[in-house]
Nanobody
Framework: QVQLVESGGGLVQAGGSLRLSCVAS????????IGWFRQAPGKEREFVAH????????QYADSVKGRFTISRDNAKNTVYLQMNSLKVEDTAVYYC??????????WGQGTQVTVSS
C-alpha cells in the first residue's frame, strides 16, 4: 500500500493562487494514478482532477477546468495541484488519493483551502 500526505493549503484571496502537494511513500509510486478531491462543509466529497500513472493524461472537473493544473514528479513521489484564479466556492478540504486499478484505494488526511472574497 501507499501512504499519502497533502500540504500547501491555506488562506488566499479570490483570484489568487495556491499549489498543493501530495507526497507518497513507496518505491512503486509511479504505477498509481492520483486524484484530487475536495469536500466543503455540509457537502459531499467531489472529484477535482486526476493524472494517470504512465501516460500522465489529465482529467478535470468542469468547475475547475482552465484554472487548476495537476502534474506529477515520480522522482520525488509527488503530485501537485496548481490552483489559479481561485473562487470562494473552491473553499474546501482537499484530499489526494491513489488508484492502482479501477478505484481509489488510498487517501491522505487532507489540507484546508480557504478562499476569501
Amino acid at each position: 500500500q501507499v501512504q499519502l500526505v497533502e500540504s500547501g493549503g491555506g488562506l488566499v484571496q479570490a483570484g489568487g493562487s495556491l499549489r498543493l502537494s501530495c507526497v507518497a511513500s513507496g518505491r512503486t509510486f509511479s504505477i498509481y494514478g492520483i486524484g484530487w478531491f475536495r469536500q466543503a462543509p455540509g457537502k459531499e466529497r467531489e472529484f477535482v482532477a486526476h493524472i494517470t500513472s504512465i501516460t500522465t493524461i489529465t482529467q478535470y472537473a468542469d468547475s475547475v477546468k482552465g484554472r487548476f493544473t495537476i502534474s506529477r514528479d515520480n522522482a520525488k513521489n509527488t503530485v501537485y495541484l496548481q490552483m489559479n484564479s481561485l473562487k470562494v466556492e473552491d473553499t474546501a478540504v482537499y484530499y489526494c488519493a491513489a488508484n492502482a486499478g479501477m478505484s481509489y484505494e488510498y487517501w491522505g488526511q487532507g489540507t484546508q483551502v480557504t478562499v476569501s472574497s
